[in-house]
């Protein structure tokens, strides 16, 4: 049905009285997901909206609601802080909404989650700079348009924002629905990577295809394709942007630049068709494409099945037959003895 | 953002890191001073070095500023021993044209800023690198035998000669890794010694300053065997200037084009490109998508031009603003995918903008979310030259179209 968020999971909004937080917490509750608590220093005690409880700390407002879920909107200079917060606190899942956050913070912040997560602990975090999480029909974590996603089984993941939406509408338009859908985020650091979320759809029983948005700077393209190379059975479509973008540029998102002749669009796409990704070549056909190996891959697993019913019959048949001459061997030989 | 050698060295300085002596001079006016300066420091031979951002300037080529075809100088960086008269003559010459190099594209940069610095004999060129490793989320240092040509050419063809340390994070750069950079570059007696006490000094100043880049190529063993920083590169991390309000200072407007400083005024984020189809798109991964299709449709993108989350009339407007200065724009393709801004919204905005603006170029225009077809009707009832697509694919056509007409 979905990964790392469901009908389930109880949501903290940490910065959930600031602007961003308010808008995006309101339209969260709209999709039907499901906020338990909210957190600004100073402000605990007090309601949100009249109905959620406000605390002063996520572990105050974990213990108080078993929230397992937190999504951040607090300003760049304090994000690091918020979800090595969270993260303290034992929520699975943190989802870090805020873009511009120095390297340097998330450098430690990534260690931090990485050696708890050594200890017995299983968190993961989402982001920064990033649209946050979708289960279609189930559970929005994020800052996505609801309204365009449908619930179905096609697992996206992507580094970029309004591109996801583009792709996603793109699906649901042909009908095609997602299981769940992950906007990494477009930064050096960042909590999940596309391998990550690659291994998640490909252990979900209900995830039957997957699609990668990625883009210029990098190789965690790469590195996903190999994986998937090796490990995948499903089917992946892929799509890069910025093959139009020069060298040395940043385009918009800290890590997308090609540096040093590094990162380009060629290569990662080189890499992902030779590891069996089918990749859209414009972004107005990624939906088709995900539909045409969709297809594909269905009639292949039915050729299959039918070969295998085919095969199954003939061997069925020659045993029947076996058996049959063994049994009249035997009634031979019983024949005999008789005599 | 990006910063010269010479504020970069003077930056390194203050962690004691050791680096070339030098002056940066702005005019020739400055020159006498700046070679008096550097002689009562002891120093008796000189470099002149151009400060642009851009690499390769030692084999660059300086043409005159009013006559682009004109040579003035081969090389912008040269060593002159101690005849100051010869390195008067070239600074002179060079200051204010135009250097190009492998980094800088055809149309160059103009030299602003010398650099007069103190000349050295060095027996070793090396290769010193800071940077974030992304497959792992740690920093990385790496270091050659290989200095002073380019690391990336080092990285293809003998990999086997680049030596990589990765920092932990909670503990950072310890002496063993220090020493085996140092055992790695094959240094000895007071050489070893003196690259221990430069590399943690080096390291501290990354991490302090927030740097994205630290490159120090080459680093050199001087014939007395000291080490030292001969040319120093620093990126600083945008996301981290908020904490070092100084470093804005250190900003080289001249450095910069003139309409990405424009439009980061209004908080667009804008990159001029050399072709001529002009984008306007909410997201940095949808604007390069955007890019792609402009190409798939027969353009060339302008730009690069993401307007943020929200598309309201005003960010339009400037988006048009900063686009239709670029006289190379020969149609625009706008592209919003509303989710949670109203399409609506944003077409009234396009509408306003265009009749506020006059704009001598087709637009086409694809709004893709809430209110899409509301706002694909008051786009096409403008009566302006505005052609409206709601699909990807659409736009593209349209776009197609838009060129042939021109």
New interface residues.
Partial sequence: MSILVNKKSKIVVQGITGSEGTFHTTQMIEYGSNVVAGVTPGKGGTLFQNKIPVFNSVREAVEATKANVSIIFVPSAFSADAIIEATDADVNLVVCITEGIPTKDMIKVYDYVQSKNTHGHTMRFIGPNCPGIISPGECKVGIMPGFIHLKGKVGVISRSGTLTYEAVDQLTKLGIGQSTCIGIGGDPVIGTRFLDAIKLFNNDKNTEAILMIGEIGGNAEEEAAYFIKKHVKKPVIGFIAGKTAPPGRRMGHAGAIISGGKGTAEEKIKVMNECGIVVAESPADIGITVKNVLEKFKAKAKKKKEVKKLKEVKKLKKLKEVKKKKGNKKLKKDKKKKK | MKIHEYQAKSILKKFGVAVQDGVAIKSMDEFDNAINHLKEQGVTQFVVKSQIHAGGRGKGIVYNKDSRDEVVYEGGVKFFGDNVEKAKDYAGKILNNILVTH?TGKEGKQIQTLFIAQGLDYKKELYLGIL?D??N???VIMASTEGGVE??KV?AETPEKIIKIWI???IGLQSFQARELAFGLKLEGSAFKDFIKFISALYKAY?EI?A?LLEINPLIITNDDKILALDAKINL????L??HPDYEALRDLNEEDPLEIEASKSNL?Y?K?DGNVGCM????????????????AGG??AN?L?VG?TASAETVENGFKIILSDKNVKAILINI????VRCDRVANGVVQASRNLNIPVPVVVRL???NAEEAKKILDESGLNIFSAT???D??QQVTKAIAKN
């Fill in positions: 980094q974030l992304r497959t989320s740690k920093n690391i990336e990285a932990e994070p909670s991490e927030d994205s991390d945008d996301n981290a908020f904490k984020n990159i490109l798109v909410n997201g940095a991964g949808l604007a390069m998508a955007t890019m792609d299709l402009i190409k798939i060339e993108p690069f993401d989350g995918f509303g989710g949670i893709q979310g809430t699909t990807f694919e736009a593209a």
